[in-house]
Each structure stands twice: as C-alpha cells, then as structure tokens.
C-alpha cells in the first residue's frame, strides 16, 4: 500500500495511505489492521439451499460439477453445416431440449437448428437463418460461414472442477445464476452473525416517546440496524443503556452472552459520564484500539466482552456512521468470513477550499456537481461541519473524503468522494 496522495489517479488509494502525524491517535489504516486482528475467525458455517442463500457469505469454494455449457450446442437459429460450402441439403431438424442422439451430418448436409439444441456430429459452423436462402430442402448461404460461426463448445464457459464461486464472498444474483447452471443445490455459508445494537445515554428516547426537557431521540439504534439489516447478520436490539457503570457492566456481560458482537454507541470520550472503558473493564473485558484518525468518529474503542467483540462508536451520529465505516465494518466483515475491503473512494477535485484536516482523515457530507472538462468529479461540501447534524447528509450525494496529512485544500485539488451505497454497506 502506497503512502500519501500525489493525484488523481492516486486518490482512490487514499485510505490505503498511513498518514497521521499525531502520536496519541492510531492512522485509519493500522486501526482498520486492529479491528481486523481481533476477530479470531469467521463465525460458524451451514449448508442453505440455493433459494435462501442471496445475502450469505460463501464459506468454502464451490466448484461445477459439470461443464458449462454441458455440450456443445447452436447459438443461433439457423442452419448446422457439414462445410464450409454455400450449398448443403437439409436433411435434418433440432431443437433445444429434444432428446435423442442428433444424426451425424455427411459432406453437404445441413440440419435446421434452433438456438441451444446440441450440435449434431459432423458439423463445423451454424449460419444463421437470415443468411440462408432455402429452396425445399436445399439452402444456399450468402457468404461461406468461418469455421466454428455459432457455436458454443461443452466447457468453454466453465470446465468440470473450476471454481465457480470462491469461499468469502456475498452472495447475490449472479452467484446464483452460476451455481443453478451448474446444478448446485445447497452451498456451504457463514451462520449470520448476532450483531447486538446498544445505545448508551441518559438523554435517549425511543422513537416515538415525546421529547421532554435536555432528551433526544435516539438516532443511531435505527441507523445502525438499517445498515445491519443483511442475511449476513442478525441484529438484536439490546435497547439503550443509562449512564451509569454498574448497569452498563451488567447489561455488556448479559449481551456477551448472546451475540458474536456488540456494537454500541456514546460513552466514548472522556467526560464523567463516559463509562464504556471502565464498564468494559469491570466485565473482564478489554479495549485493544482507542482514538483513531478520523475527522469526524475519533473516540472510536475496539476490543472484547466475554467472548464477544466490541464496538464503541461515538455517540454523535454522524461520527458514529463514520467510526462503523471505517473501524467497525472491518471485525464484522471477518467475522462473517468475508475477506475485509478497503473503502475505494472515487478520485474527484474540490470545488470548495478550506484548510486541512491536519492528522486525521476528513469525512464530509457532499453534493457531485457534475465532471470538469478531463470527466473528473466535482465535489462540494455540504453544511459547515459538525458530527451531530444529520440535515447535511440528507442533501447529499455521499461523502468527500480528505486524506490526513493535507495542510489546505483549494478549489481544483484532489480529493476522494464515497457515493453513499458504498459508504453504507456493511
Ligand atoms: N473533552 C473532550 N470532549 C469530547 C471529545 C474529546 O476528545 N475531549 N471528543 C468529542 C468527540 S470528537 C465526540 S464524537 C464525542 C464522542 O462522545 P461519546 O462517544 O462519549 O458520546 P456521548 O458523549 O455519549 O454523546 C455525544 C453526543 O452524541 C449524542 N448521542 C449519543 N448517543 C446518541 C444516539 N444514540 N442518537 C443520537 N444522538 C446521540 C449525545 O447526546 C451527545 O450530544 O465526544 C466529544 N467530546
Ligand atoms: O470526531 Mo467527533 O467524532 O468529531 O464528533
């Protein structure tokens, strides 16, 4: 991985890069290492047949029991020729599906064909009917057709034994395509896994409860679980936890019990009223990543409960949509057995300046304005900052992303920018 963005073309590596100048927080890169180095492995696998698997991480590889095509066959309608002649006699008819050896054409048969009926032994080329003339059972073809025109050969597409869908990936409509072609019924996946959701705070209401003096409504239990809501992961919902040690430690230890992970947010920071770390502590847990370079989601902790794994993101909604991104995603990509990847931000140029983000990576609510005249992305930041506004987010494209280490951005310089279905995937 390359260090630092020089241009464009580099920008889409931009959190590959280990900038980060301050000593007391951890470079998004070496943070994004420790998440993924905490999680021992994947979680437990099943076998699920074909019609419930879109969403399911593959957990071993898959190869085709069978070649693809199974034999070879016509891709077009038309006529199967036993040369490369301009006249032939038909002396034949096949259609998919028909079953029964096709007859053997000899020197100057034809037989009329349909597009994926078997190719009858004895042919070299289909033409296709709209370059035929047919006269009875005689045809005559406009131009000698190359060898092999029109037809697609047995194993061309996959040989019997190729891996067809390698072990860790998400599943979806076109692995499904592949493994129903070749007959595959029921595959190997990752179990889901038992995401518990948390939200710490006094002031927290639920949805839906009337706003009462210094409370709010808590914004980051729905938003969490809306980009947890995959047949990955199971999401239970562990309510919202009071400010106050002993109960956080008790509900972290009842939580340990039930769910691979535990992702919660606030009590990250260092108020007094900021008892994760403690609580973590007292259940005989630890935190193995705290303070990690990102503008905004800095108070971001990692570590263990039991035998679960540990999210802290912030509190701040905005920071914690940020923090999950970055941090988080990672233990929960490999714990499902999904093999972790980097965000790839598209490269594009700010159409805004302010200064730099200095050690920690900047990520901004933003609007595309279009490409300038090279096609390259225009970006403008949305809102003037701030981890706790949601309005920004709403009014954008997705996220501008500034790397660490950049003193002042100006109008026309290199910048990276996150549509938002890639930042918010799991
Ligand atoms: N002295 C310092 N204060 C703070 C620092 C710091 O370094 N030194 N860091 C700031 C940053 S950056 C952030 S981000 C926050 C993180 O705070 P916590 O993770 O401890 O979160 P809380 O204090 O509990 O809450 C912060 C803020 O967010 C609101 N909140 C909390 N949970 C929710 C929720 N589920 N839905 C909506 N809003 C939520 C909460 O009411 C607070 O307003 O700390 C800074 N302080
Ligand atoms: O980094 Mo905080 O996460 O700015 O709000």
Redesign the pocket.
Known sequence: MTAGVRSIGEVGSLLASDICGDPGLLSAMSAQERAAALVAGPVKAETVDLARLRGRISAEDVVSPTPLPPFDHSAMDGYAVASLDLDHVVRSRLAAGASGEPETLRPGDAARIFTGAPLPPGAVAVAMQERARREGDRIRLEFRPDHGANIRRRGEDVAAGDVIVPAGVRLDARHLAILASAGVEAVAVRRPVVVGLM???D??LRPGEPLRAGR??????PMLAAILARPSHEVVDLGVAPDDRPTLTKLLLEAAERCDVIVT???????D??HLAASVSAAGGRLDLARVALK????VVVGHVGGAVLIGL????F?ALVAHMLIGRVALERLAGLTPRPLRPLPAIAAFGQRGPGSRTEFAPAALLGADSRGVLRVEKLGRGG??RLAPLIAADGLAVIPAGREEIRPGDPIGFLPFEAAMEL
């Open positions: 939200s710490t705070g002031e927290l709010i409504h808590d914004a980051n239990r947010s606030g009590a990250t920071s260092v108020g009223e900021d905004p989601g800095k108070p912030p509190g701040n909604p920071a981890s706790a």
